[in-house]
């Protein structure tokens, strides 16, 4: 069975400043997808970025980008120029493609979460 | 509609009731998903629905919860006589299809089991 670990349970940033989150992950599959979700104190998860396994470039949007090392099996995240609106969970989620096979395929497993605080 | 609705967004009940937990999901998404998240915790997977049929129910916590899917829209999640530890947030997503496309999630049902 996949696993995703993020052993930070806490991480702080001063605004204007950068930040890593950790992932790492466990799995026998050599296509798959990684995802960084973000949670705000309104519950509601939205997908800051993604990347597919096969892609050997680092995914970026805006001022998110990962760190992929495939061989590591490690995936983290940086947030650059940290805003107050960046606080909030992080969620590391791991996803086999659909037609590898199996129903548990496709299925999105997710890490722990490392809750984020940025100080202004 | 525009994004996923869930309701209600919090549900107080003793221990012993039941609860309905119902989600909407994005108008055109064949896939629906419930998870459940205990406080401090990660999401634990429950169960998916491709249209209308749940190929894996196997991570349901027990006999007490159930789900379903009718019209391959809105899905409703059951908990029968409720314990303590069912408290938590249950949270459901849906996507164009199963393991395609980005999940959309709401903003989740925050149940307290007292």
């Known amino acids: 069975a996949q696993t995703v670990t993020q052993s930070q349970p806490e991480m702080s940033v001063q605004e204007a400043e950068t930040v890593t989150l950790s992932c790492t992950y466990d799995?026998?599959?050599?296509?798959?997808?990684l995802f960084w979700y973000k949670q705000p104190p309104s519950r509601q998860m939205i997908l800051v970025i993604r990347?597919?396994?096969?892609?050997?470039q680092n995914a970026t949007e805006n001022r998110f980008s990962v760190n992929f090392q495939k061989a590591a099996k490690s995936f983290s995240l940086k947030i650059s120029d940290s805003q107050l609106g960046d606080a909030a969970m992080y969620f590391c989620a791991y996803r086999t493609p659909s037609l590898a096979g199996g129903t548990s395929y496709g299925k999105l497993t997710f890490g722990q979460g490392t809750i984020l605080t940025v100080h202004p | 509609g525009a994004g996923v609705s869930q309701s209600p967004s919090n549900k107080v009940t003793e221990k012993g009731k039941d609860v309905e937990l119902r989600c909407d999901p994005i108008?055109?998404?064949?896939?629906l998903y419930w998870y459940r998240q205990s406080l401090g915790q990660g999401l634990e997977f429950l169960i998916y629905?491709?249209?209308?049929?749940?190929p894996d129910k196997s991570g349901l916590p027990s006999d007490r919860f159930s789900a379903e899917r009718t019209g391959g829209s809105v899905s409703t999640l059951t908990i029968q006589r409720t314990q303590q530890e069912d408290s938590a947030v249950y949270l459901c997503?849906?996507?164009?299809?199963w393991g395609v496309g980005e999940l959309f999630f709401g903003e989740g049902s925050r149940l307290t089991v007292l």
């Open positions: 629905f491709q249209g209308n049929s749940a």
């Open positions: 799995t026998s599959e050599s296509d798959y997808y």
């Open positions: 997503a849906s996507s164009l299809a």
């Open positions: 990347q597919e396994a096969y892609k050997q």
């Open positions: 108008s055109g998404h064949t896939a």
